[in-house]
């Protein structure tokens, strides 16, 4: 059996030992070590990374009790150095111990068990009996799991017998009966886990809870431990920092100032929306003098074809003419009419569209389309403008 030195040294991010077993399976590259630090995914805890003989470790999980370790390739010697990202681990080590803490506030708090947990790249989660979570009560948590934090609480691990396990005030039994292994935070709680952990509460450094949100009858919080929680802090504080210099005020008048571009930016925009509908109208007229036979075309070069589509409807509405716009930007037409018109433009588009590269459609009174090339599309305006024409002076 592999001697799990995750478990009885959990401090050790470098040492040596020898390969028990080497294999390939799928094309991928495993070994067994007589001793690993590496610890393997199970727990809601991911599995630790590093190298071995400075070849990168992929993945570590457990078999039948044996750890294996994913290599990029395989080692040219059976004696080996091996060395931990210890970062990583730590971080795994602060948010583990960093859950269990939390849970254990949760429950004295408001009596409400910790019914999963996660540890993600970005922020770890646990899921609590809760309906709902307010700011007040998320408020609440984090003073309360912070001022444990402070206490320095010792972390302890050790095996017991199912016997001895029955005499612990644990939440939750666990399914095994033989190597059980208990996480005891001094004066809080004791928990079966397979994870690894801190020394004391003070190395979680600080826990931050970032979101509560409703899951499958349950509540999910958000949170983030020590070296991540610093990072995530200073990140936020350049941005608020990048915000306060672009509004040129400090920290505190960001908000105030917020709210006030907000302001601005309804103002401008329900102006400019005023303005639009001012220039529509004029263009409106102007391009009805183009109108023959109650039929209109027009290709837009710089107009976008949600404006082209805004001026088509506005002109529809008012008078009874076919019309057909495109816009150049956006290689795409509108054809429509307000009903006064018999002519079928979805029909007209599904049966000449695939001639010109063109993918649409539509109902009796309005069709849209999209070309792949302006060119096709130029085409297509010149081919509907005297069909439709043909056809409008044949139905008068």
């Not at 569209?353 to 649409?360: A, P, Q, R, V, Y």
Request: aromatic residues 10%; hydrophobic residues 35%; charged residues 25%.
């Amino acid at each position: 059996m592999t001697e799990k030195l995750f478990y009885s040294s959990p401090y050790t991010d470098e040492w040596k030992t020898t390969i028990k077993k080497a294999f390939e399976k799928d094309g991928k590259c495993f070994v067994v070590l007589e001793g690993t630090a590496f610890y393997p995914t199970g727990g809601g805890q991911p599995n630790d990374t590093g190298t071995i003989n400075g070849i990168n470790v992929l993945d570590v999980f457990t078999e039948q009790d044996q750890v294996i370790h994913q290599l990029e390739r395989m080692p040219e010697t059976s004696s080996v150095n091996c060395k931990l990202d210890w970062d990583r681990r730590f971080d795994h080590m602060q948010h583990h111990s960093g859950q269990h803490l939390l849970s254990a506030v949760c429950y004295s708090l408001y009596d409400v068990r910790t019914i999963s947990f996660h540890l993600g790249t970005d922020y770890a989660t646990i899921d609590i009996e809760m309906d709902a979570l307010n700011q007040n009560q998320m408020d609440t948590f984090e003073q309360a799991v912070n001022k444990e934090i402070y206490k320095s609480r010792m972390v302890h691990t050790y095996l017991v017998t199912d016997e001895e396990l029955r005499q612990l005030p644990l939440l939750k039994m666990p399914k095994v009966t033989e190597n059980i292994r208990i996480v005891e935070i001094e004066g809080i709680e004791y928990n079966a886990c397979g994870g690894t952990h801190v020394r004391s509460t003070a190395e979680i450094g600080i826990i931050k809870l970032l979101k509560a949100e409703k899951q499958k009858g349950a509540v999910r919080l958000f949170f983030k431990c020590g070296q991540r929680a610093l990072l995530d802090y200073n990140e936020t504080l350049k941005i608020l920092g990048l915000i306060s210099a672009k509004f040129n005020t400090g920290r505190n008048e960001v908000l105030n100032r917020l709210e006030k571009w907000e302001a601005d930016q309804l103002n401008m925009e329900a102006e400019m929306k005023r303005v639009k509908e001012e220039n529509n109208s004029y263009l409106a007229k102007e391009l009805l003098t183009y109108a023959k036979n109650d039929f209109l075309t027009y290709v837009f070069e710089g107009k976008s074809f949600d404006d082209t589509k805004e001026l088509a409807i506005k002109i529809v509405n008012e008078n009874d003419l076919v019309l057909l716009f495109a816009s150049i930007p956006d290689n795409r037409i509108i054809l429509m009419h307000n009903g006064t018109k018999e002519i079928p433009c979805g029909t007209f588009f599904k049966e000449n569209l695939s001639t010109f590269t063109g993918k649409g459609g539509g109902s009796d009174k309005s069709a849209q389309a999209g070309f792949s090339s302006t060119e096709d599309m130029h085409r297509f305006v010149e081919f509907a403008q005297e069909s439709l024409s043909k056809d409008l002076r044949l139905n008068k």
